[in-house]
């Protein structure tokens, strides 16, 4: 909401400073008690970390998060500033209303390499978890759209907003399929980033469902589960996040992103259980349910960008299933993947920033589990068994061989309370600096 200022001034006043120590040189019985940080008089909290420096700080952040002005120093060790201030800064990141009029100032020693990188890369994430986490009511798929415009500019972005008229006319019938039944017309989101020098291309699509009550199939969740619901559109809010830390760090790779953007609601003219569409590639969808949407506006998006970058690696990210959340809880993403090579590089990445996944299969055996007998396929098999697997399962009916392709579910990874993590962001900008150094 409010991104920190990161000043530079060894001298301006503060209301806190925060230091940081590793446990072994405080003693092995802090290491064991795990204690993260300690106070001691003059204004001065020592962090005390384990083995997790950005872990550690993002609590102390989260501690501090509800102070309206916040004055904080920071005066680290060598070597640290880039984990602990993007920690900080993890922890610090809060949605309120009304908006709390204070500033939160972090005060640095000095400079230090790759200072400035972080700052774009935790804007990124700022964006995301902001467009990810808002309230439905004042984020409509046109209001997140228009949004996210507003977010990317100033910066090398092409935007382009497709209304719901061009989404007909072009025959995304899973995106309006989804859409019918809310009040708010869907969009699409087209954002290019076409860097001069680029070495490496990536085409992304993320989840935009602003809410998600299942539809038809209403959801019947336990007190106050469909709330999350607003963070639907995680996927949606990552993808905007990333082009716009990769274009703030000016990477030289082309960025591709098709963001589609609806509101699953029960109105009456909504898709019903049993209804048939004609999906963007001329595949026919036997809808089985309602609330398996968010793989009918990703498959048309998927099929649209790759038709327009053909062979370029496709990343999807989406809170897709519950049974992502079951699988591997919140800690680890599962991935799918049509290409080893690209599953590994973005586990790699992944791991290197506290973003982890899970390769979970692609294959074909469970094809068959969306056999429809009416139409192509059915966009929900009915049963419980490996959820998470088949809707990759769908989404792969609309990924061509020739493209280098990657599933990511953050149903459970993504969702955060009250506010969204964001998940995915750091994970992409890391992948593409990996993928712009070996290019
Ligand atoms: N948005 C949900 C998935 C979800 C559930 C995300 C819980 C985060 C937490 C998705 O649209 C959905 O409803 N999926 C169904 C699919 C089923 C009907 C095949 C699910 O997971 O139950
Ligand atoms: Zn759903
Ligand atoms: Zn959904």
Request: net charge negative; hydrophobic share 45%.
């Amino acid at each position: 909401m409010s991104f920190p200022s990161l000043e530079v001034d060894p001298r301006a006043p503060a209301d806190l400073t925060v230091r940081g120590i590793m446990a072994e040189e405080v003693s092995p019985v802090l290491r064991e008690a795990g204690v993260v940080w300690l106070a001691s008089p003059g204004g001065e909290v020592w962090v005390v970390v384990g083995d997790d420096v950005r872990g550690a700080f993002r609590k102390l952040g989260a501690r501090l998060r509800d102070l309206d002005t916040l004055r904080l120093r920071v005066d680290l060790p060598e070597g640290w500033e880039g984990e602990a201030l993007e920690g900080l800064l993890l922890g610090l990141y809060r949605l309120r209303f009304p908006r709390p009029q204070g500033a939160r100032t972090i005060l640095l020693k000095e400079e230090f390499p790759g200072l400035a990188a972080l700052e774009s890369r935790m804007r990124g994430v700022y964006t995301a978890r902001d467009l990810a986490s808002w309230p439905a009511n004042e984020l409509s798929p046109d209001a997140f759209a228009r949004t996210a415009r507003d977010r990317l500019e100033g910066l090398p972005v092409e935007v382009e907003i497709l209304d719901e008229a061009w989404l007909a006319r072009e025959g995304f019938g899973g995106v309006l399929a989804v859409a019918r039944g809310s009040h708010r017309p869907p969009r699409m989101l087209r954002l290019s980033y076409r860097p001069e020098g680029a070495t490496a291309g990536l085409n992304l699509v993320g989840k935009g469902v602003v809410f998600d009550t299942g539809g038809i199939n209403l959801k019947r969740v336990r007190m106050n589960e469909m709330v999350s619901m607003r963070q639907d559109k995680t996927g949606a809010a990552v993808v905007v996040g990333v082009v716009e830390a990769v274009a703030r760090l000016g990477l030289p790779v082309r960025i591709e992103a098709a963001v589609p953007l609806v509101e699953n609601m029960p109105g009456g003219g909504a898709t019903r259980p049993g209804d048939v569409v004609r999906m963007y590639r001329g595949l026919h969808v036997e809808i089985t349910n309602t609330d398996a949407e968010g793989r009918l506006i990703l498959a048309d998006a998927l099929s649209w960008i790759q038709e327009a970058f053909p062979q370029t690696p496709t990343v999807d990210f989406a809170t897709l299933t519950g049974a992502a959340v079951v699988a591997l809880g919140k800690s680890r993403a599962p991935v799918f993947s049509n290409r080893e090579t690209l599953q590994d590089a973005l586990v790699r990445a992944g791991e290197s920033v506290g973003e982890r996944l899970w390769p979970l299969p692609v294959a074909e055996e469970y094809r068959e589990l969306l056999r429809s007998p009416v139409a192509d396929l059915v966009n929900s098999a009915g049963r419980r068994e490996a959820g998470a697997v088949v809707a990759a399962t769908f989404l792969w009916h609309f990924v061509r061989d020739d493209t280098p392709w990657a599933h990511i579910d953050i149903a459970g990874t993504g969702i955060g309370e009250g506010v969204s993590t964001g998940f995915g962001v750091r994970l992409m900008v890391r992948f593409l600096e990996h993928q712009v150094q070996t290019s």
